[in-house]
């Protein structure tokens, strides 16, 4: 049976998040394993963190410029394919950082390069995008359910096993696909970056702010994504409990986007922003608690809100407020200057201040929510709904 385009990227997206759905709750637990310390283990994050914005559109640029990103994709995959199994053979704080920061360089410009193929191909016709995508998602969850399943029995290494499982599937996706030489150079947007416009874009008060709001909402993630299974295994929850809170997040999350249209209709990106830091606020005092285990899944609904919200916030900001000769720049400066910045910063103090402090560590990411809803508000009140002049 030959499979249809849409199929193919369905295959990729779902390698691609098998991985991420099984390195983001569960490397910590790998790194814990291997005797690091919560410093140690905030430190080589946010130290990934700092590399992925430095290198991430210059690896993407250099592949635009190529004119063959799918031939860079399997390139790509490739190299992460041997990082992940050379993981195995690090025992170690330091020979774990040399293969992370390689991983850094080659991993994370593979979904928005994936990203930059499908919506060509959708807006061609070949394919639904948000169907393709979706696959994604479930196999987010899936990775959550069944390595926090088997954690327990198997340990930690079971991590690096999936993700390596997960590299394999993802290189034969890209072999399944085929450049086209005509009109791949017509790619817009795949980490293209140009310096004048960008520096235009920093200088404007209204970006900077819009920037900042989001970047923080999602910033105030850092203390859950890096320490947040092993605080919830510190409380005495089962592996499997872990991952099922970790996959109802997500799953609340995809409900939310899978019904946006009506909402960036009604509500400004200003308000959409504000929201989802109000929830952050909420969502990390609460959690600093230690609250009981039948409120979490309730905590966890508000990811729709200081994930989801805030996403769609910035993304509409950005299509309303951005001239669409700028849209690709603007993309990559928020990307790489605002989300990144403030996520490896808070990553880093998640890092210091988990080890002294567990659970606590979570209000610092409540002060980060209360400055993102002063952001939001100034923001609603300085941009006028009309074009920054790029």
Known sequence: ??????????????????????????????????????????????????????????????????????????????????????????????????????????????????????????????????????????????????????????????????????????????????????????????????????????????????????????????????FGTLHWQALGLSDSVIGALWAWAVVVEVALLWQAAPIVRRVSPALLILLGAGAAVVRWTVMAADPPFWSLPLLQCLHAMTFGLAHLGIMQFLVRAVPPGLASTAQSVYSALAGGVVMAGATFLAGRLYGDHGGVTYLAMTALAVLACGAALLGHRTWNGERIDG
């Open 1 to 226: 049976m030959t499979m249809s385009l849409e199929q193919r990227y369905a295959f990729a997206y779902g390698a691609i998040f098998l991985a991420m759905g099984t390195f983001l709750p569960y490397f910590p637990v790998w790194l814990k394993s291997h005797g690091l310390s919560a410093y140690e283990i905030g430190l080589l994050l946010g130290i990934s963190g700092v590399v992925r914005i430095a290198t991430m559109p210059v690896i993407a640029y250099l592949a635009d410029r190529a004119g063959r990103p799918v031939f860079t994709l399997r390139l790509l995959t490739l190299v992460a394919l041997v990082c992940n199994c050379a993981y195995l053979a690090t025992g170690s704080f330091w020979p774990i950082l040399a293969v992370l920061m390689v991983m850094t360089v080659v991993g994370p410009p593979i979904m928005p390069m994936t990203d930059a193929l499908a919506m060509r191909d959708s807006e061609a016709g070949k394919l639904s995008y948000g169907r393709a995508r979706a696959w994604g998602s479930v196999a987010f969850i899936i990775a959550n359910l069944v390595v926090g399943g088997l954690l327990g029995s198997l340990g930690a290494n079971v991590v690096i096993w999936t993700v390596i499982a997960a590299g394999v599937f993802n290189f034969i996706a890209y072999l399944l696909l085929t450049d086209a030489p005509d009109t791949e150079r017509q790619v817009g947007g795949v980490g293209r970056v140009d310096v004048a416009s960008a520096v235009r874009l920093v200088r404007s008060p209204v970006f900077l702010l819009f920037a900042f709001a989001s970047a923080g909402v999602q910033a105030t993630h850092a203390v859950y994504y890096a």
